[in-house]
């Protein structure tokens, strides 16, 4: 990976309208008061990689610049690409930060699609739906 590779995790401008609505309802404590931009930046990934679909990024804007991204939030971002690689592909693949990177912003757009979804219902529909999916998923684990 090379040393003058700049980390910066970028969003479309669709993900920033939904970023300004999530700080203005603070659903489920999302807004900028509560949580890091990286926590939600990972949230959305994390719902993002769920669905399992990749949504292109328009109008891209930075929204976590490099001295906000540790070696956790990198880690998890390295383990959503190691995880999708073929079977066939050689591990020198992850020393290309900018498709890591770029994967992560797609799942995360497709994340902030959805939570933008989460705005048609009331908080305590959506708290009981994650609550649910995470239980089937401890489930699946048993």
Excluded: P, W
Aim: hydrophobic share 40%.
């Amino acid at each position: 990976m090379s040393e003058k590779s700049v980390k910066i995790l970028n969003c479309s401008g669709d993900a920033k309208k939904v970023i300004e609505k999530i700080d203005s309802s603070k659903l489920l404590n999302l807004d900028n008061k509560n949580c890091t931009r990286m926590e939600l930046f990972l949230f959305a990934l994390a719902l993002g990689v769920e669905c399992g679909v990749q949504t292109e990024l328009t109008k891209t804007d930075t929204l976590v610049r490099a001295e906000y991204i540790n070696t956790k939030n990198e880690a998890f971002l390295y383990s959503v690409f190691i995880s999708e690689l073929a079977s066939d592909a050689h591990m020198e693949d992850i020393e290309n930060m900018g498709e890591v990177y770029g994967k992560a912003q797609r799942y995360a757009n497709t994340g902030f699609k959805l939570i933008d979804d989460m705005f048609g219902k009331s908080e305590d529909i959506v708290r009981l739906e994650l609550l649910q999916e995470l239980d089937a998923m401890y489930q699946a684990l048993e």
